[in-house]
């Protein structure tokens, strides 16, 4: 695969890294790369795409192709992280770093 594309990633803390992916990469391919470079389980991963109307990736299938999500070289991609079901009922809640 040629490494056609270079995206941000940024985490809660705001620290920002960076993944080099194939033009025809997957969400999947995304999600691995993300797993192997910081060590996060990728099946909790959920990534938005910042644009506009700022779009969940996951929604769309971990098939589906990162250029069909609108991802192109140089965009930006908030991580998060879905919880852990452990059957607990404590909501979890998300605040941005000042």
């Not at 099946?43 to 069909?68: A, E, Q």
């Not at 991802?71 to 908030?78: A, L, N, P, R």
Request: charge should be negative; include cysteine; aromatic fraction near 8%.
């Amino acid at each position: 695969m040629s490494l056609e594309m270079r995206v941000v990633v940024e985490n809660l803390t705001g620290t920002l890294f960076y993944i080099e992916l194939g033009n025809d990469a997957t969400l999947a391919d995304l999600k691995k790369e993300i797993e192997d470079q910081q060590n996060l389980p990728s099946d909790r991963l959920i990534l938005i795409l910042d644009t506009n109307r700022s779009h969940r990736m996951n929604d769309d299938g971990d098939g589906v192709s990162l250029v069909d999500c609108g991802v192109k070289d140089g965009s930006h991609i908030y991580l998060f992280f879905n919880p852990l079901d452990d059957g607990s009922t404590h909501d979890v809640v998300f605040n941005w770093p000042d």
